[in-house]
C-alpha cells in the first residue's frame, strides 16, 4: 500500500507542483489550503507525512507544526516546511516548534522526492 502525504499550501499552482511530483511517484496526496483545513482533514484522512508551507492565511505552518505536535496521536508524524523563507531565525522556530526538516521554494522535484524518501521511505 502506498504512503499517503499531506500538502498544505495556499497557493493551488503549489499544491498542485506538489501533488503531481508525489503522485509521480507513487504516493496518495492529500491537499489542504491552510493549517486549519489540514487539522480539519487529518481527522479523516491517515498520513504518512505533512509538507505544509510557513506563510498561510488562517493558521500558518509553525502554528500547523504546534498543534499536530500537541496532539498525541500524531505527534510523531512527520513534518517538512516547504517555503520561501530561508532565514536562520525562521529554521530555527521551525525547529524549535518541532518540524522535521525545511526545504527552500522554489524547490526541484527530485529534492523534494529525496527528502520524502529519506523521511519516510518508498
Do not use: C
Amino acid at each position: 500500500m502506498s504512503k499517503t502525504i499531506m500538502t498544505v499550501d495556499d497557493s493551488a499552482s503549489v499544491r498542485q507542483m506538489v501533488s503531481f511530483t508525489l503522485s509521480g511517484a507513487g504516493y496518495g496526496v492529500v491537499e489542504a489550503e491552510h493549517g486549519q483545513d489540514a487539522l480539519d482533514k487529518l481527522k479523516a484522512a491517515a498520513v504518512n507525512l505533512i509538507i505544509t508551507d510557513l506563510n498561510m492565511p488562517v493558521m500558518d505552518g509553525i502554528e500547523l507544526v504546534r498543534a499536530v505536535r500537541s496532539d498525541p496521536a500524531l505527534k510523531f508524524l512527520p513534518i517538512v516546511l516547504l517555503t520561501t523563507e530561508s532565514q536562520d531565525s525562521k529554521k530555527q522556530e521551525g525547529r524549535q516548534a518541532g518540524a522535521t526538516g525545511w526545504i527552500v521554494k522554489p524547490f526541484k522535484p527530485e529534492q523534494l522526492l529525496a527528502v520524502v524518501k529519506k523521511i519516510i521511505g518508498a
